[in-house]
C-alpha cells in the first residue's frame, strides 16, 4: 500500500529502474461486490487459518484449461505476445497512488449477496502469449462445499519447526525495519514478486502453490490489457539473488471481473505457482476490527527511496488499521514502490487486506478481503495446496 508497492526492476546493466509492469495475472471476481450467500453464514465475517498444505496434484493435460473445477467459461481470448502491454511502473503506480487518496467522491461499500462471481484467467503459454478465460464461479455452491472444512482451508501454516517470530514489532515504529533472518516464519511465506525485464512487487503464499499480490502487478487497468512479463516469485528472498527456497513460476494469474472492467478498488490477484512452495503459507479471514494491529512484510525497493543494492531485501512494519470505505483499509506504515501485494496481517497470521496504494508521507491503503474473493481462496487453496 504505502507508495507504490511495485518496483521498478533494475535493468540488466543496474543502471535504472524501469517501471514497466508486465503482469500476467489474469482471474478477477466479476463482482467484487460478489458475496456469495450461505443463509446461515452471509453475515458473519469468514476466517480461514494458515494451513500446512494439502497434497500436491498435477493438472491434468487437458485441452480445455479451468482454473476450478465447477468454472464456467463465460468467454476465452487468445492474447499473443505482442498484444501485451509494457509499462513504465513508476508513473502508473504514482497514477494509481493518486486516484486513490485524491478521490473526492467516497463511496461506501457494502457487499450484496449473490450466487456467482466472474473472474478473468490468464494461463501463461511458452511463447509468452497467453490464454485468457473470462469465467463464472458458482460462489455460493463453493461456500457449502467447503463449509465443514473453513477453519483448516483459512488458516495459517508454519509448515515446519521454526517458530521464531524475532518481535520485530515490540516498538511500535512505524519506520521499516529491515529482517536479516527471513527463513523464519511467518516472514519467510512472503516473497519478491517478479515481472522479468519489467517491474517486481510483493506476494505471499496462501497455498502451497497459490501466492496472493495485487492486480495492478500483472494487468494495466488502463489500457484493459495484460502486462508483458514472465511472472515468478521468490520467497524469503534476502537480497539479490538470495533466495533460499528459490523462485517458483507461474502457471496461471487470476484477477477479478470487477478489476478487469476498471473498478481499480478491487486490487487483489492471485498466482497458481508450477510447483508447490512447502514452506508454509498464510490464513485469511473477513474479520476486520476497526484500530486492529496489523503486520506487513514487503519488498519495497523504489529508486529516491531505497537504494539499488538493497531492492530484494525484505521489510517490515506494523501499525494500527482502520476501515475506509468497506472496500478498503488505512493504515500508517512507511512503504514505497514494489510494496505493493504485500499481504496485511492481523491475529493468526491471518490476511485481512492486501497493501495496494501509498501517499508516500506515510499513510498506506489496500483492498480487505471481502465475501466472494475469500471463497475463491478457500477454493483455490483446496485445489492447488
Not at 529482517?179 to 525485464?197: D, K, L, M
Request: proline share 2%.
Amino acid at each position: 500500500m504505502t507508495e507504490s508497492s511495485e518496483t521498478i526492476l533494475q535493468s540488466s546493466s543496474h543502471e535504472r529502474w524501469s517501471f514497466r509492469k508486465k503482469i500476467l495475472v489474469a482471474g478477477s471476481a466479476s463482482t467484487l461486490s460478489a458475496v456469495a450467500i450461505v443463509s446461515f453464514l452471509f453475515i458473519l465475517p469468514f476466517s480461514v487459518k494458515a494451513g500446512a498444505g494439502d497434497e500436491f496434484r498435477l493438472l491434468e493435460a487437458d485441452d480445455e484449461f479451468l482454473p476450478l473445477r465447477g468454472s464456467v467459461v463465460k468467454s476465452q481470448n487468445h492474447v499473443p505476445a505482442e498484444e501485451l502491454v509494457n509499462v513504465n511502473m513508476t508513473a502508473y503506480q504514482h497514477a494509481l497512488d493518486e486516484l486513490y487518496f485524491n478521490n473526492d467522491r467516497i463511496s461506501i461499500y457494502n457487499e450484496t449477496e449473490v450466487e456467482t462471481a466472474s473472474f478473468v484467467v490468464a494461463k501463461l503459454n511458452e511463447d509468452d502469449s497467453l490464454d485468457e478465460l473470462y469465467v463464472e464461479e458458482p460462489i455460493s455452491a463453493y461456500h457449502e462445499e467447503v463449509e465443514d472444512d473453513v477453519d483448516k482451508l483459512s488458516s495459517a501454516s508454519m509448515n515446519g519447526s521454526d517458530v521464531d517470530l524475532q518481535n520485530f514489532w515490540a516498538d511500535g515504529s512505524n519506520d521499516a525495519i529491515y529482517i536479516s533472518r527471513t527463513t523464519s516464519y511467518p516472514a519467510r511465506v512472503s516473497g519478491q514478486f517478479i515481472a522479468e525485464g519489467s517491474h517486481v512487487c510483493t506476494g505471499a503464499l496462501i497455498a502451497n502453490r497459490v501466492v496472493l499480490t495485487n492486480a495492478h502487478c500483472v494487468f494495466d487497468i488502463n489500457k484493459r490489457r495484460w502486462i508483458k512479463a514472465r511472472f515468478k516469485f521468490c520467497p524469503a528472498r534476502n537480497g539479490r539473488g538470495n533466495d533460499p527456497y528459490g523462485c517458483f513460476d507461474a502457471l496461471f494469474l487470476t484477477v477479478s471481473g470487477n478489476y478487469y472492467r476498471g473498478d481499480w478498488r478491487d486490487d487483489w490477484a492471485l498466482m497458481v505457482l508450477q510447483r508447490p512452495a512447502n514452506i508454509g503459507y498464510l490464513g485469511f479471514t473477513t474479520k476486520f476490527r476497526h484500530d486492529q494491529w496489523a503486520h506487513l512484510y514487503h519488498y519495497s525497493c523504489e529508486r529516491s527511496y531505497v537504494q539499488q543494492r538493497d531492492c530484494g531485501k525484505m521489510w517490515y512494519g506494523s501499525a494500527d488499521i482502520w476501515n475506509y470505505d468497506g472496500a478498503t483499509a488505512r493504515y500508517r506504515m512507511d512503504t514505497v514502490g514494489a510494496s505493493s501485494g504485500g499481504s496485511i496481517t492481523a491475529l493468526s497470521n491471518q490476511v485481512i487486506a492486501v497493501n495496494a496504494w501509498s501517499n508516500r508521507a506515510g499513510i498506506g491503503a489496500g483492498n480487505r478481503i471481502r465475501y466472494s474473493e475469500y471463497v475463491i481462496m478457500l477454493k483455490y487453496r483446496q485445489q492447488y495446496n
